[in-house]
């Protein structure tokens, strides 16, 4: 599957066509383990079971990936969790933001495919790994979620919290045959400031570089299949 970015860079944005073999979810990649088990926590209460291991890493197939707009679920219980992107490419490595959007009722029977339910986001633009890695960790990550017109600070922390892009693609490395090129690798996610899951109506998410003074931005409402008597 091709999909068509504006890739942003410092000379300016140009256009490239990447394609899109599948994707890889991570799970659990917190830097700071005190944070992972808050992360597990929350999802204990949700009814979701504690990872055999960390970190996970979930195989998605490449339709299930997709720009914002509308997301149509097809329960209630479903929210979107923030992330940074990664794309290999002969030419360098990409950088997106994502949100792996998950089914919460489906998770608690089986968490793979809750994953692959919905749709994972990922953004239009892209920008070039080898300009930003220098001042990675300084570079800001953050979700909104709003539910009934409440507009609420979801997730918010610096990349610094989250495995670095060399060490997430040697982990997932070893989990795919051949090259990494066409993977989109999603990075997992942060902790929820609202200390447990919201099940919104839009989700919105930021990806913002301090040092550049530039920003990645994504952002979709989320409808229940209305239409449908149960």
Known sequence: MNLSFQL???TGK????LEIKGAVLCGYTGRNQEAVRRHIEELKK????????VPMFYPKPA????FDGDMYVQGRETSGEIEYVLLVHPKGVWVGLGSDHTDRELERLDILKSKQVCPTIISRSLWN??????????IEIRSWATREDKKVLYQESSLATILPPGELMRLVQQKVRGSLEGIAIYS??????????????RFEGELY????????????????????RD
């Open 46 to 53: 949700e009814g979701v079971k504690p990872p055999p291991s």
């Open 188 to 201: 997992g996610t942060l902790p929820l400031k609202t200390g447990e899951i919201v099940f919104a109506d």
């Open 8 to 10: 942003e860079e410092k």
């Open 129 to 138: 790994y080898d300009e930003i890695k220098e001042h990675w960790d300084k």
């Open 14 to 17: 140009r256009e490239i066509s």
């Open 63 to 66: 339709q299930g990936v997709a």
């Open 209 to 228: 570089d301090p040092v550049l003074k530039k920003k990645l931005t994504f952002h979709y409402p989320i409808y229940t299949l209305s239409w449908f």
